[in-house]
């Protein structure tokens, strides 16, 4: 058995989220916020088994896109004070970041 962590972004996450129930998939969903932009996005954990980790991968990759965000850089409050405006700068988040794991057990009570 392997546990997958998933984290994609919010608008990709309810179709996920219904192709997972289609396939009976058991997933935990988690709304997280991403270190760098401090945005919101989804966590899955999916405990399955071996043989269907690929099929799982499939269809997060097939289900998330890649998209351009824009972030505020904090204000520039340098000594000089000559320019202390901060422009958006543009950041790629991609489709999905996923970790696979090995479980040692599983167990429900
Ligand atoms: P965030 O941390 O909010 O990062 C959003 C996007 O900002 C990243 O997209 C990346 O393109 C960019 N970025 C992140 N850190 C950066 C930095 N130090 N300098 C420049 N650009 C940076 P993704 O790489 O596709 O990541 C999307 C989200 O997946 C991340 O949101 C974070 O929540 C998670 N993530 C990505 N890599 C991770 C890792 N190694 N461990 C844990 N979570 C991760």
Known sequence: MKLIIAIVQD??????????????IRATKLSTTGGFLKAGNTTYMIGIDEKRVDEVLTMVKESSHSREEFMTPP????????????????????GATVFVLPIEKFKQF
């Open 11 to 24: 608008k990709d996450a309810s179709q996920l989220s219904e192709q997972f129930i289609d396939a009976n």
């Open 75 to 94: 204000v520039n409050l340098d000594a000089s004070m000559e320019d202390t405006t901060a422009y958006p700068v543009k950041v790629q988040v991609g």
